[in-house]
């Protein structure tokens, strides 16, 4: 489990890193943590962050604890998503799920980070209780979303972190879990343009997006180029 987990976490592009603040304390939240590739880069990167890593799954999550263990990062085991205090359940996809993934690490049978609230296998099946970003934190400079199809939920929990404060996202903009949870990635798109008043300045490897406010996209298209 932690072998293949991993091996995404590294995949997953580092671009937005470039677009934070050396100099000053942020507060970043790591929605989907898994087992913390991605937030032990961040920490290491960015000594001065207070970090925030949500991971719903009980497999993940005590690997997550260890790995980020004596870093800036404090751990919860819960689901962001539109309202606090849910209670949902969370399993892995079926075979035809799996062999419909693009990406060859989630083909890979017992990956628990392809857990998800749309899956429909039963298998590892968990129910996990929700939060809504607006709740936990008081403010975010970046957010991460890696969620298996949740990603209209959590940012529908995030609304005023997204009005306020404007943080730089990176989020996984995966067909086949949109079309799971009946959306397309053209409507998340959509939705982040129309709604949030975000748009995409790259679409990366492992189809990660980063995302920005509108009236900062000139300046990160040039903090990203350099």
């Not at 943590?33 to 991605?38: D, R, S, V």
């Amino acid at each position: 489990i932690q072998f293949w987990s991993l091996l995404d976490g590294i995949h997953k592009p580092r671009g937005i890193f470039k677009l934070l603040p050396d100099d000053k304390p942020i507060n970043v939240i790591d929605v989907g943590a898994c087992i913390g590739a991605w937030t032990l880069s961040l920490a290491t990167r960015f000594p001065q962050a207070r970090i925030f890593a949500l991971e719903p799954c009980s497999v993940s999550y005590p690997h997550l604890v260890r790995n980020v263990r004596g870093l800036n990062v404090e751990t919860r085991i819960i689901a962001a998503d539109k309202e606090t205090a849910l209670c949902i359940t969370i399993q892995m996809p079926t075979e035809q799920e799996y062999s419909n993934r693009q990406s060859q690490w989630w083909r890979i049978k017992g990956n628990v980070g392809a857990m998800s609230a749309y899956g429909t296998s039963g298998e590892m099946r968990q129910e996990v209780v929700t939060v809504r970003l607006d709740d936990f934190c008081d403010h975010a400079e970046c957010i991460k979303i890696d969620v298996e199809g949740m990603e209209r939920r959590v940012l529908a929990g995030a609304q005023r972190i997204l009005k306020y404060d404007r943080p730089v996202i990176q989020m996984e903009l995966s067909r086949h879990n949109q079309k799971r949870a009946g959306f397309s990635v053209k409507q998340l798109l959509d939705l982040m343009e129309n709604s949030y008043s975000y748009v995409p300045i790259a679409v990366q490897s492992n189809s990660d997006g980063i995302f920005v406010p509108k009236e900062r996209a000139e300046e990160c298209r040039a903090k990203l180029a350099e």
